[in-house]
């Protein structure tokens, strides 16, 4: 059984910071692209960073600057570093795992940025 298990979230002030992680088991976590999404309330889930199994890196614009998306094969964990974060991040955030057009997701993690 797949299971992608998300961490890190929580309630911050604007400006604040924090990191997910998400670790992956029964996969072979060093050959999938690894992502991160969001939704939020009565939007789409859209994609905020993604870094694929050679380390390119890809990013929602309006995060580029303030989010950082890395892995570590060894933990079969991916990261992501979000800063100065800001209301509009509020969400629930999912770690996504692809390889050859099969997908897994995690259960997500709530992300509210309030003050």
């Known amino acids: 059984q797949v299971r992608l298990v998300e961490s890190g979230g929580g309630l911050v002030q604007p400006g604040e910071s924090l990191r997910l992680s998400c670790v992956a088991s029964?996969?072979?976590?060093?050959?999938?692209?690894m992502s991160w999404y969001r939704q939020a309330p009565g939007k789409q889930r859209e994609l905020v960073a993604s870094?694929?199994?050679?380390?390119?890196?890809d990013y929602l614009e309006s995060v580029k600057d303030r989010f950082t998306v890395w892995r570590e094969n060894s933990d079969n964990t991916v990261f992501l570093q979000m800063n100065n974060l800001q209301p509009e991040d509020t969400a629930v955030y999912y770690c996504?795992?692809?390889?050859?057009?099969?997908?897994?997701w995690g259960q997500g993690t709530q992300v509210t940025v309030s003050s």
């Open positions: 996504n795992a692809e390889y050859d057009n099969v997908e897994y």
């Open positions: 029964n996969i072979v976590f060093s050959v999938y692209t």
């Open positions: 870094i694929q199994r050679f380390g390119r890196q």
